[in-house]
């Protein structure tokens, strides 16, 4: 367990997102970043994507509610043992997550090292 101060964990969030290619971003809309403790449901969990993934989308997808990404910080500050590792790590949830919003399967991710 390796734990950091809330501010410290979110400017790695942050961190994470500025690596995000520029053609990448570009397409981002309508989606929040959340960063809670814990999923209630499986807290085992680092993060979670919810919505509908853009390859998905239909034409009309029009007036709903903005996808999230959830970063559970205190599932990810268990899994890790010190700060380049906790950095690293919520780099790699974001990334994933932000795969499954551009329809990128569990299975490709791990292949692309995001897994």
């Not at 971003?25 to 499986?42: F, H, Q």
Request: aromatic share 14%; charged share 30%; glycine share 6%.
């Amino acid at each position: 367990m390796y734990y950091v101060e809330d501010e410290r964990f979110d400017e790695m969030v942050e961190a994470a997102l500025d690596k995000v290619p520029e053609n990448f971003v570009a397409r981002m809309r309508n989606l929040a970043i959340l960063v809670e403790d814990y999923n209630e449901e499986s807290p085992h969990i680092l993060g979670l994507y919810e919505g509908v993934a853009l390859p998905e989308r239909t034409f009309d997808h029009t007036g709903y509610l903005p996808d999230a990404i959830f970063i559970y910080r205190r599932a990810l500050q268990d899994w890790c043992n010190s700060e380049e590792e906790l950095e690293h790590q919520v780099m790699v949830t974001v990334f994933h997550e932000l795969g499954h919003y551009f329809g990128i399967d569990d299975e490709h991710l791990h292949e692309l090292g995001w897994g």
